[in-house]
């Protein structure tokens, strides 16, 4: 439905990279249909600009927001568009995250060159990836399996990935479908065993609570999904309680079921040896508190423990 159009030029920030790119020309494109005029404003980020580091070294808190919202403090954009599973479990009181995009398939892939390619019990591979979380459940369920570092670019890895730097690849099937890449996937890790990053799979809108009301609202009916907001809801309160961000290995994901909203989440040892575990249902309206019980009930459980011999290991 066409909304009354402001006279404002939209100006959207986002990272430089293609799938940053497809993320933002996909916000533009329902700004467009909602009678919005648009202007994409390219802002590097710290994760793009350090790829020699692990993202555990060089602080998860905004690595891959922080320029973007200072962006929105200075006027210089008036929404910021980011992957979801990006964004930091707690953002500054003068900004919010107005809408989240209708999330794409949310599982975690290996993408390989050969398509003969199985991984099995017995594989004794080199899988590129550079989520703590990946690496944990890796050695968790596939402990004979050996990890190297693939940060960069969706393009960079694969380049790296042809350049056998690693035997396959690991990501999030959303970027690598949406990037066009999907003829490479060799293997889909049930979301029950690989439970995503919380966020994985869907695009998030941050903007100033300054910015006009009326704009705000109109930017949110033109790109909010209902459905996939109430979800991040939960998933970003668990991520807030656990106090982590992506360089622990922590999951959840929120669903819409008959029952109401469920949310499975948990978090793993980096070692792969303690699996904390816990699916938990709510109705929708309370989204925020289902991820709080959860988060809650998995510190208790030796949740606790786990986060500080990462912090306490980390300091090493």
């Keep these: 439905m066409q909304t009354i159009p402001i006279s404002k030029t939209i100006r959207i920030g986002t990272r430089g990279s293609k799938l940053a790119l497809w993320q933002a020309n996909a916000t533009a494109d329902k700004l467009t249909a909602a009678g919005f005029a648009t202007e994409l404003v390219i802002i590097s980020t710290k994760g793009d600009q350090v790829l020699d580091k692990s993202l555990d070294k060089i ?15 200075d006027g210089s954009i008036d929404i910021a568009v980011h992957s979801a599973k990006d964004v930091q479990s707690s953002i500054p009181e003068d900004l919010e995250l107005l809408a989240f995009m209708e999330r794409e398939q949310v599982n975690d892939v290996l993408l390989s060159f050969d398509p003969d390619f199985k991984l099995t019990s017995e594989s004794k591979v080199l899988i590129g990836t550079s989520s703590t979380r990946r690496k944990a459940l890796l050695k968790k369920y596939y402990p004979q399996v050996s990890t190297a570092e693939s940060r960069g670019n969706l393009q960079t890895r694969l380049q790296k990935l042809e350049n056998k730097q690693f035997d396959v690849l690991l990501l999030a099937y959303a970027g690598v479908y949406r990037m066009g890449y999907d003829n490479l996937i060799v293997h889909t890790f049930p979301e029950t065993q690989f439970v995503p990053a919380a966020g994985q799979g869907s695009v998030a809108i941050e903007c100033a609570r300054s910015l006009e009301p009326e704009v705000k609202e109109q930017l949110k009916a033109a790109l909010d999904h209902a459905d996939t907001h109430v979800c ?85």
């Excluded at 602080?59 to 403090?73: A, C, I, N, P, Y």
Aim: aromatic residues 4%; contains cysteine.
């Design 59 to 73: 602080g998860s808190k905004g690595v891959f927001t922080e320029e973007l919202e200072v962006g929105l403090r």
């Design 232 to 316: 991040l809801l939960a998933e970003r309160a668990f991520l807030r309680t656990m106090e982590g961000g992506c360089s622990i290995p922590s999951f959840a994901l929120a669903t819409l079921t008959a029952d109401g909203l469920q949310i499975e989440g948990g978090l793993v040892s980096l070692d792969g040896q303690t699996l904390l575990q816990e699916t938990m249902t709510a109705t929708p309206s309370q989204a925020e508190e289902l991820g709080v019980q959860l988060a809650t009930s998995i510190l208790s459980q030796g949740g606790k423990e786990i986060l500080e011999s990462i912090k306490a290991e980390r300091k090493d």
